[in-house]
């Protein structure tokens, strides 16, 4: 622990009997306590070495100071009052990682939802923004072959019969598939079904967006 919290009251009632050296000691050995958040060895000689007593009264110091207020047990002298602090600010660092990871969790899933719509987007408009588009240079590359069967209205393609008209609810499962839950009436959901894409596109899309955010992070770390 680099911070523990001194509770001045407590303190002087508790140590207002010690004198000047007792109560220097008894400050170097809780500050000791918590900065290895571990009781203090159980060899005197040693403790007395660790806080930098050197003469006869520190020495003696140590002795009475820690018959007083710590407690000799198998893993060594302990001191309930750091005990608790310990305990208390170790519970707070796992609450805080715990909630952490789920903010993290949240932020990948949405990330990978937004980055599967972007995909659709890119995939089914020629001429979107390169912003708006993934990594992938494929889909930032506008088709200028216009002249086959498949084209008619200047260049617009025609739409795949059988393959689009998915529902919310199918959507809503197809994300579930690859664990990311979100909920029917998502916006990102609506835009998706306006582009009237086929499952197996929507199951492309969410894999590639995937694998770009596993590449990323890799690369960060």
Known sequence: MNYYEHHIGDYAEATAHL???????????????YATEKPLPMDVKFVQRLINARSKEEKNAVISVLNEFF??????WR????????ARFKDRQIKARRSAEGRWQSSSSEQILSDSTTTSLCDRNANALPTQCSPNTI????????????????GVEKKNEGTGNLSPAQMVQLFAKE??????????????????????????????AKDTRRRASSCRS
């Open 19 to 33: 004198t000047f050296i007792e109560d220097a000691t008894y400050s170097r050995l809780i500050r000791k306590y």
């Open 71 to 76: 407690t000799l047990t198998d893993d060594g």
């Open 79 to 86: 001191q309930d009052r750091c005990d608790h602090e310990i």
């Open 139 to 154: 889909h930032q590359t506008p088709n200028t072959n216009l002249h086959t069967p498949d084209k008619q209205n200047n």
């Open 179 to 208: 664990g990311i839950n979100i909920p029917l009436d998502d916006e990102r959901i609506n835009e998706m079904l306006r582009l009237d894409i086929s499952e197996k596109e929507v199951a492309d899309a969410i894999l590639q």
